[in-house]
């Protein structure tokens, strides 16, 4: 019997039809609200502006490595030759130019290595926290920071300039990033080379792997799908740069030790770096994020402990340490947020803050020689 409608009931497949379409077309309304958030969030001009932005992360990347940065078989790469631009200037070695058109002081040099932190991202050459330490201490520094870098590479690096070089101090910048950075096979659209612990060796000695590194990086395949056709959303942009892996999903970056290992190579890479036997000052440094988002979420909690981690791994290897978080954490309250760093880099005035805490560790004597610790 048909009801008093006069309608024919809806078979069971035919209902399940339709409450699959309302809750598929209630999931893209919300989605769709929440990108126009997303953008909006982000400045009312990109609710026109709608590029693909792993893509154009992805350009920008690939013409860094052809332009800023060159390919090494051992690095990975390198920050490139005589490189000149708008915003940033190298030597013939690749240094990033300390003090433009005059003669650095005589004497042998301090070699300063690390991140973008190092290298001085989004300031100009004389404003880098290298070029003020030669400022402040009258003495020849090598800005050798690269861009990108994980703590892995800063130490394989260090390592070639300690032989080249012959300096009489090193200071080691770094970053909490730099740990998850060593993680990866692939990053930044290049190869890298990365550690693991040896296998079998309970003393923590690591194992070089991806060396020669590759020329060539092919994006897997699946990654290169999803980034074509979701690369265009705001809103899954903030998503992974907040919440996943934002490594993966920009940097098209290929994991290769599990998540958090980063941390356990940090001992044995200061070994290395102690086993250099130049007296050595390794520093502690951090990005904006961990003043700029209150109430702090547990990851900057955990950036925070996983800095003085390696602090701590480098005072057990007998090198020299300075934590700048207090030197920030006052910086930031005298200045405001948006003086002391920029988008994601230190100012010219929170690198010249910077570079007096440091000056004043090595003026007081903190960059020991290992050798000598051990000795005491």
């Known amino acids: 019997m048909r009801p008093a409608s006069g309608k024919r009931p809806l078979s069971p497949a035919a209902e399940w039809l339709g409450r699959i379409f309302l809750i598929a077309f209630s999931v893209v309304i919300g989605l769709g609200g929440l990108e126009i958030a997303s953008r909006l969030?982000?400045?009312?001009?990109?609710?026109?502006?709608?590029?693909?932005?792993?893509l154009n992360q992805q350009a920008r990347?690939?013409?860094?490595?052809q332009g800023q940065f060159a390919f090494d078989p051992q690095l990975g790469f390198v920050s490139r030759p005589d490189f000149r631009s708008a915003e940033a200037n190298h030597d013939s070695h690749g240094f990033r130019v300390v003090q433009g058109g005059q003669e650095p002081p005589a004497g042998t040099p301090i070699l300063a290595?690390?991140?973008?932190f190092t290298y001085g991202a989004e300031v100009a050459d004389g404003e880098t926290w290298p070029a003020l330490l030669q400022a402040d201490l009258k003495r020849r520094v090598l800005n050798a920071g690269v861009v990108g870098y994980g703590l892995d590479q800063i130490v394989l690096y260090t390592e070639r300039l300690v032989a080249q070089e012959k300096p009489g101090l090193v200071v080691v910048g770094?970053?909490?990033d730099d740990l998850q950075r060593s993680e990866y096979r692939r990053l930044w659209g290049k190869e890298r080379?990365?550690?693991e612990l040896g296998v079998g060796k309970p003393d923590g000695k690591l194992a070089l792997r991806n060396v020669p590194v590759p020329q060539s990086a092919p994006i897997p395949w699946h990654l290169r799908v999803l980034r074509d056709v979701f690369g265009w959303s705001a809103l899954l942009e903030t998503i992974m740069r907040r919440a996943g892996d934002p490594y993966e999903w920009q940097a098209a970056g290929v994991r290769i030790l599990p998540r958090g290992s980063g941390e356990a190579l940090a001992c044995p890479l200061m070994q290395k770096l102690s086993g250099l036997g130049v007296p050595t000052l390794v520093v502690g440094l951090y990005a904006p994020p961990v003043w700029r988002m209150e109430p702090r979420p547990p990851w900057i909690v955990e950036e925070i402990r996983q800095t003085r981690a390696v602090l701590a791994c480098a005072t057990k290897a007998g090198l020299g340490t300075l934590d700048t978080y207090e030197t920030i954490d006052r910086g930031m309250k005298e200045l405001g947020k948006d003086e002391f760093f920029f988008n994601f880099h230190v100012s010219a005035e929170g690198n010249r803050r910077i570079a007096a805490a440091i000056a004043g560790a090595l003026t007081s004597g903190a960059a020991v020689s290992p050798a000598k610790r051990v000795g005491e």
């Open 193 to 195: 080379p990365y550690f």
């Open 61 to 65: 990347f690939e013409g860094e490595l």
């Open 174 to 176: 770094f970053i909490a």
């Open 113 to 116: 290595t690390g991140d973008s």
């Open 41 to 54: 969030n982000r400045g009312t001009e990109w609710l026109t502006r709608w590029p693909n932005f792993v």
